[in-house]
T-cell receptor
Framework: GNSVTQMEGPVTLSEEAFLTINCTYTATGYPSLFWYVQYPGEGLQLLLKATKADDKGSNKGFEATYRKETTSFHLEKGSVQVSDSAVYFCALIRDSNYQLIWGAGTKLIIKP | EAQVTQNPRYLITVTGKKLTVTCSQNMNHEYMSWYRQDPGLGLRQIYYSMNVEVTDKGDVPEGYKVSRKEKRNFPLILESPSPNQTSLYFC?????????????FGSGTRLTVV
């Protein structure tokens, strides 16, 4: 079946550090992949997406590349800020019913 | 402003007392969905609707009902709430593009059943 696996958190970094949050997936066909972000006390927001192999999604300094050969969609940012502290969710779309399949989420803590 | 609006944001209720959480979107989206978020379990889909009068069960539908009489509204109904339905609930919507361009989420409803 379809599934998404994310690295466990929390991930704690200092400001201006390089960020990688790993995400791998299992799916039939060619799912679209997403990163959503949830800031404290808020709902989820779409951060970036990629709809086919080798696509790179980017937004707010974050990037992720759809790697079909490794079934991965790792989230990266070159220099994190305190304001990036949030929970990050990797997800894919199940074609049959448009349902999002979610990873467990990774909490990111950025210290000044 | 394009948005999904949920009400209420916070609700404390007693076991067995029927309640409704409302969800409304102003983007003319066809697809709407309800999720619950629990620590350690992530987000799980309760029900979804692909269009007016078309609804279907998600992964955890037991104890919930939904209706889609109008395109913009998708209320979540708990006929007889129980403590195990204490959770954070999110409504989401997407255009008829099968969600490929992403979903818009409401701000959430924190429900406590005592």
């Amino acid at each position: 079946g379809n599934s998404v696996t994310q690295m466990e958190g929390p991930v704690t970094l200092s400001e201006e550090a390089f960020l990688t949050i790993n995400c791998t997936y299992t799916a039939t066909g060619y799912p679209s992949l997403f990163w959503y972000v949830q800031y404290p006390g808020e709902g989820l927001q779409l951060l970036l997406k990629a709809t086919k192999a080798d696509d790179k999604g980017s937004n707010k300094g974050f990037e992720a590349t759809y790697r079909k050969e490794t079934t991965s969609f790792h989230l990266e940012k070159g220099s994190v800020q305190v304001s990036d502290s949030a929970v990050y969710f990797c997800a894919l779309i199940r074609d049959s019913n448009y349902q999002l399949i979610w990873g467990a989420g990774t909490k990111l803590i950025i210290k000044p | 402003e394009a948005q999904v609006t949920q009400n209420p944001r916070y609700l404390i209720t007693v076991t067995g007392k029927k309640l409704t959480v409302t969800c409304s979107q102003n983007m003319n989206h066809e697809y709407m969905s309800w999720y619950r978020q629990d620590p350690g379990l992530g987000l799980r889909q309760i029900y979804y609707s692909m269009n007016v009068e078309v609804t279907d069960k998600g992964d955890v539908p037991e104890g919930y009902k939904v209706s889609r009489k109008e395109k913009r509204n998708f209320p979540l109904i708990l006929e007889s709430p129980s403590p195990n339905q204490t959770s954070l609930y999110f409504c989401a919507s997407s255009a008829g593009d099968r969600g490929y361009y992403g979903y818009t989420f409401g701000s959430g409803t924190r429900l406590t059943v005592v």
